[in-house]
C-alpha cells in the first residue's frame, strides 16, 4: 500500500536544528533499520509543545460524519479543529476502514507533527461475527477456545480499521444483579486471571494488521457495586482487593496487555480515575507496567458528582496527578491541563509520562511506519465475516453450554420419530442471541434456535410464542418494558405441549437485558415466563428447559420440577446450531459455571470462596439459631461454581500426595483417577481446590488453584495430576505482600466445587 507523509519532513527539519540528526529515522523508521522504541518516542517529545502532548492524552468520541462536509459550529466544530491541530490521541466509535481512514489522514497529513490516531472500541465478543458471550465463554473452561475467540474478533476489527479493544473485562463478579457480569468471567480470581491472560493474548498476538490492543478493564473494584447496582459506591477492604479483586489484573499486565482502563467506582473513598494508589503506586511501580491507563466513559468528569472534585478542571488535576493518562470524552485535560502545568498544580514531567506511554502503544502498533496499516478495505471486505470466523465461533458456543441437570435421560433427543414442541419468544428470536455489547454487529443476524433444529429433520417440529419477553424497542430494554401482563399465546402453547412427546422451552432474558446499566433487583424469569413454565408443565411436564442469559438466574422451581436444564447463555451468531447440536448429542456438553447460581437473591452476592465465619454451618438443620445462615432457605445455591454435567458419567477415586509436606522451593504431586463410567466419550473438567486452615488473616474455606479439561473415553480411567508449590499457595497476608505462610491445608479434587474428595498436606518454611 502506498501512503504520503508529509507532515513527517517538518519534524526531521526541527530536530535537525535540535540536534537530533536521527528524528526522521526514528519516526518514520525504515524497515531494514529501527531504533528502539524509546529513542524513537523521545525524539519525538522532544519537537512537542506543551499543547500537543496535552492533545495525545485527549480521546473524542466520533463526531461528525466524516464523508459528509466539515463541522462549522458546536461542539463537532471545535472538535474537529482540535483534531486538525494534533489535539487528539485517540477516538472511539468509528469503524469501517473508510472513516477510519479519512480521519487518520487528517491526523497524518493536516497536523504540524503527523502523529497518528488510536481508533478504540468496544470489541468485547466480537465485531460482525460475535461469539458467546464472555461470560458464557469462561463457563467452557477451555483456554484454547477462548483465545481463538479473541482472535476472530481482532482479525474482523483490525480488518475493519480498529486497532484498540476496550477489552478484556476481567472484574471477578460476586453479584449477579450486576449486569455486567455478562462481560467477565464470573466470581473467581484463578479463573478470570488464566482467562485474562488467554484473551490478552488472542486479541494481541504479535500486534500484526490483524491484531489489536487489549484494554484491561474497570481498573478496580467496579464489579463490587453495593446492592449490585451499576455505577454505585463500592466498600471493600485491603485483603479483599488483593486477594480476589488484582490477580486478574496482575495476571493481565504480566502476559503484555498494552493498555488498562480505570473504573466508575470509587475505591476507600477516592474515585478510581483519581486514586494514585490504584493507578501509580500497584500499576505503575509495583507492577511496572509500561503501557498507559484511559479513563472509562466520562469518569473524570463525573469526579465531580461523586463530591470529589469542584469542577472539571480540579477533576483533570486529580486525574492527571494519580496516573490517568488519557481522557474519554470528558475534556478535561484539553480544556484544563496545559494551564494547570502552568500554574504548577501538575508537573510536566507527569504529562510527559503519560505522553510518552500513549505515542509507545502507538509505535508497538506500527502506526508511525505505516499510519494506514489497519486502513485496507481489500482486506476488510475479504475478512469480514469468514466462514471459518462462523466456525470457530460455533466451536466456543458449543463448548460454553452447561448441562445443569437431565434426569431420565431426557437428553440427547432421539433424532427420529419424535414429535418435539417449542416454546418461548427467544426460540424465534435472531438478535437477542448476539447478547450485550455486540455494538458492532447486526441485528437479526444470529441463528435462532429454531433455525438450528431444523437442521435435524426427522423429528416433527411445531412452535407457539407461548409469551413475549420484551416489549417495543428492545435496544433500550430495562424492566419496565419486560411483558408483565399479555398471556394471550398461552393456549395455543399448551396445545402445542399436550400433543408433543418432549417439549423444548427457550426462555430467559433477552440479549440486551443485561450488560452497562442494565441491573436487575429480581433474577428470576423476567416477566410471565415462570408463569408459562408452570404452565406448559401442567400440560407436558417432559421438558428441556433452554435458558438463554447473561446472568445466573434464580430458578428454584425448575431446578426441583423441570428434567433437564440446559444453560446457553447468549451464545452469539452461531446460537441455534450450537444449542441444536448439544441438544441432539452431536455435541456432548462440557462447560461448567463460572457463577454460583442463588435460589434467591436475598442470598446475593454468593460465591464458594467465602470465608469461614466463627460460627460457620454447613446446610443441614440444627437446634440452634446461632451460626450463620438463613432462617427461611439453605446456604448453599441451586448450581454451585463449576457444576456442570454431560452426557457421560464420571467418578473420582484414589486421591493421592506424593509427599504429605514440602519446604521452600519443593513441591507436592496430586494424583486422582477419573474415570468416564458410562458408554459415552466425553470431556470433564477436573478442578482443584485448596484450603490454608489458618493464616495471618481470614482465608476462604476453598480456592480454585487449577484445572485440567481432559478428554476420557467411554469405560477408560486416567489418572490427572496437579502440582502444588510455593506458589499456589501465595496470597496477601497481614505483611502486606504476597507470600507463602508455613501451616497446614487441604486439597480437594473433583467435579465441582463442592467436591468432597479431599487430603491434608503442610508447608514448612
Not at 507470600?739 to 491445608?745: K, L, P, R
Amino acid at each position: 500500500m502506498k501512503y504520503n507523509l508529509p507532515k513527517f519532513i517538518l519534524p526531521a527539519l526541527l530536530a535537525l536544528a535540535l540536534g537530533c540528526s536521527s528524528a526522521k529515522q526514528d519516526i518514520a523508521q525504515s524497515p531494514k533499520k529501527k531504533s528502539p522504541i524509546d529513542r524513537r518516542v523521545d525524539s519525538l517529545m522532544n519537537l512537542m509543545t506543551l499543547e500537543e502532548k496535552v492533545g495525545q492524552m485527549n480521546q473524542y468520541n466520533g463526531f461528525w460524519n466524516v464523508t459528509g462536509p466539515a463541522p462549522k459550529d458546536g461542539s463537532a466544530a471545535k472538535k474537529y479543529e482540535h483534531l486538525k491541530k494534533g489535539w487528539v490521541g485517540s477516538m472511539l466509535n468509528v469503524k469501517g476502514v473508510k472513516d477510519v481512514k479519512a480521519l487518520q489522514k487528517i491526523a497524518v497529513e493536516e497536523t504540524r507533527l503527523g502523529i497518528p490516531v488510536i481508533f478504540g472500541y468496544d470489541v468485547i465478543h466480537g465485531y460482525k461475527t460475535i461469539s458467546p458471550i464472555p461470560l458464557a465463554e469462561a463457563a467452557s473452561w477451555d483456554m484454547d477456545a477462548i483465545q481463538k475467540s479473541a482472535e476472530i474478533a481482532a482479525a474482523e476489527s483490525a480488518a475493519s480499521g480498529l486497532n484498540w479493544t476496550f477489552a478484556p473485562m476481567v472484574d471477578v463478579s460476586r453479584d449477579a444483579r450486576w449486569g455486567r457480569v455478562m462481560e467477565g468471567a464470573g466470581e473467581d480470581p484463578y479463573l478470570n486471571s488464566v482467562i485474562a491472560v488467554a484473551r490478552v493474548k488472542g486479541f494481541q498476538g504479535n500486534l500484526s494488521e490483524f491484531n489489536l490492543a487489549a484494554c484491561v478493564k474497570h481498573f478496580a473494584g467496579y464489579s463490587f457495586a453495593e446492592a449490585g447496582k451499576d455505577y454505585n459506591t463500592v466498600d471493600v477492604n485491603r485483603n479483599t482487593l488483593h486477594n480476589v479483586i488484582l490477580p486478574p489484573f496482575k495476571a493481565a499486565a504480566d502476559a503484555g496487555a498494552l493498555t488498562f482502563m480505570n473504573s466508575f467506582n470509587d475505591v476507600d473513598g477516592i474515585p478510581a480515575t483519581g486514586n494514585a494508589y490504584l493507578q501509580r503506586e500497584i500499576l505503575k511501580k509495583d507492577w511496572n507496567f509500561q503501557g498507559f491507563v484511559v479513563s472509562d466513559w466520562g469518569s473524570m468528569g463525573e469526579m465531580v458528582a461523586h463530591g470529589y472534585a469542584k469542577d472539571l478542571k480540579q477533576a483533570a488535576e486529580q486525574a492527571a496527578n494519580a496516573g490517568s493518562d488519557m481522557d474519554m470524552e470528558s475534556s478535561g485535560y484539553v480544556e484544563h491541563l496545559a494551564a494547570l502545568v502552568r500554574e504548577g498544580k501538575v508537573s510536566e514531567d507527569k504529562i510527559n509520562d503519560a505522553v510518552r506511554r500513549i505515542l509507545r502503544v502507538k509505535f508497538q502498533l506500527g502506526l508511525f511506519d505505516n499510519p494506514y496499516k489497519y486502513c485496507d478495505e481489500a482486506r476488510e471486505a475479504a475478512t469480514v465475516g469468514k466462514k471459518e470466523f462462523h466456525d470457530g465461533v460455533l466451536d466456543v458456543a458449543k463448548k460454553s453450554i452447561v448441562l445443569l441437570k437431565n434426569e431420565k435421560n431426557l437428553l440427547p433427543l432421539k433424532k427420529q420419530g419424535q414429535k418435539i414442541a417449542v416454546i418461548g419468544a427467544l426460540a424465534n428470536d435472531k438478535t437477542s442471541p448476539l447478547g450485550s455489547w455486540r455494538i458492532g454487529a447486526d441485528d437479526g443476524t444470529a441463528v435462532s434456535v429454531l433455525e438450528g433444529l431444523a437442521k435435524y429433520t426427522g423429528n416433527t417440529v411445531k412452535y407457539a410464542k407461548g409469551a413475549d419477553v420484551a416489549l417495543g424497542n428492545p435496544q433500550f430494554v430495562v424492566e419496565t418494558k419486560i411483558n408483565m401482563t399479555d398471556k394471550s399465546g398461552f393456549d395455543e402453547a399448551v396445545a402445542t405441549a399436550k400433543g408433543s412427546d418432549v417439549v423444548i422451552m427457550v426462555l430467559g432474558e433477552h440479549g440486551l437485558q443485561t450488560g452497562e446499566g442494565r441491573s436487575r433487583a429480581e433474577l428470576g424469569l423476567p416477566g410471565v415466563q415462570q408463569e408459562l413454565l408452570e404452565t406448559i408443565y401442567k400440560a407436558n411436564p417432559n421438558i428441556v428447559l433452554v435458558l438463554t442469559n447473561g446472568r445466573p438466574l434464580t430458578i428454584p422451581w425448575a431446578a426441583q420440577n423441570i428434567p433437564a436444564i440446559v444453560e446457553a447463555w447468549h451464545l452469539g451468531t452461531e446460537n441455534g446450531h450450537a444449542i441444536a447440536q448439544v441438544l441432539y448429542g452431536d455435541y456432548n456438553p462440557s462447560g461448567k459455571l463460572p457463577m454460583s447460581f442463588p435460589k434467591a437473591v436475598g442470598q446475593l452476592p454468593l460465591y464458594y470462596n467465602h470465608k469461614s465465619t466463627g460460627r460457620p454451618g454447613g446446610d443441614e438443620p440444627t437446634e440452634s439459631v446461632f451460626w450463620s445462615h438463613y432462617g427461611d432457605m439453605q446456604n448453599a445455591p441451586v448450581y454451585p461454581f463449576g457444576h456442570g454435567l454431560s452426557y457421560s458419567t464420571f467418578e473420582y477415586s484414589n486421591l493421592k500426595l506424593s509427599a504429605n509436606s514440602f519446604g521452600q522451593n519443593g513441591h507436592i504431586t496430586v494424583s486422582v483417577d477419573v474415570k468416564n463410567s458410562s458408554n459415552i466419550d466425553g470431556k470433564e473438567v477436573v478442578q482443584l481446590y485448596i484450603r490454608d486452615m489458618v493464616g495471618s488473616v481470614t482465608r476462604p474455606v476453598k480456592e480454585l488453584k487449577g484445572f485440567e479439561m481432559t478428554e476420557i473415553k467411554a469405560g477408560q480411567t486416567k489418572t490427572v495430576t496437579f502440582t502444588i508449590d510455593e506458589k499456589t499457595i501465595e496470597f496477601y497476608t497481614a505483611n502486606g505482600k504476597w507470600e507463602a505462610e508455613a501451616g497446614d491445608f487441604k486439597v480437594f479434587v473433583g467435579g465441582s466445587s463442592v467436591t468432597k474428595l479431599q487430603a491434608p498436606f503442610s508447608y514448612s518454611k
